[in-house]
């Protein structure tokens, strides 16, 4: 399976979903979103044009950090890469996300998990009356067989008709790399985590609640369609940084509320943390590529970097 980048939820549904299962959450009344409060004083709007940039600087060194959308944007958002290709020409490196490695022995436990996440009557039947109402009428409009998941879990039918419902979509990071690739560069961490782990705490922490509440947030997101997801990735591409975050997340809240995902949430954020500080302990330029959420949470990079005395400049200041 390989090493993948990305989010905290993102990786485990793609290890999840390349292998027909996704992973699982624990209940989420008693835990926190870590991304559901941003630091309001770090939503301003860019004076570049363009995506927004922070900008942290040490003794002749400096790291540019580019701020993307959280999740996959529709097809066609352009942007201009003007400032992206300006910074990483004669950088010496690019800082990315944490890596996580899932090998040829893990197959054995991924298919008993997959195998736990399959239902064994319709899916339906076991859904609250309204919510299965929301379920047929969203299959419906999108031109499905009405019991095309019935034989998965609720979360697992969610995710996989949230993933049809966004056919095209992508995500801005591999446009950053493929243009880093052209310089020479390839991303950098010093994190890597086993992806297997973690997905089987996931599992461990799911009950037939959550997985409803997991269905309705994806649902929340179907429903929303492109046009606010769109707006969105267009306010990013023109540097606003409060339209860009009012992209609709339902299915990354319940993501994140997975057995252990706010505290691989916060481990993936401080080791990003590090890896741009230590970029500034060598001469020159660097760029690093972070989640808009989890540069501008209360506990996201941003404060982690200020937490060790560095200033952050914002994409609004000179």
Known sequence: MGVRRGRTGGILVAVALSLAWPAAPAPPSSVADPEGTVVSELVVQAREPGPPWWRVEGKGSVVYILGVPDGAVPPKVGWDRTVLERRLTGAKAVVGSPSFQAGLRDIPAALRLRAQLKSKTPMEAGLPPALAGRWAADVARGGKAADRYSHWQPMAAGAFLLRESRDGWRS???????????????????????????????????????????????????????????RAAEAWARGDVAGALAAPRGFDRCLLILAGGAELWAREAEDQAADIAAALQTPGKAVAVVGLRRLLAENGVVARLEARGLKVAGPGEP
Request: a neutral charge; proline letters at 10%.
């Open 172 to 230: 801005v990071e591999p446009q950053v790399w493929g243009l880093a690739r052209r310089q020479g560069l390839k991303p950098q961490s010093s994190a890597r985590y086993p992806a297997m782990p973690l997905v089987q705490k996931a599992m461990a922490g799911m009950t037939p609640a959550v997985q409803a509440e997991c269905l309705g947030y994806a649902l929340d997101d179907v429903e929303a369609g492109e046009a606010p997801a769109r």
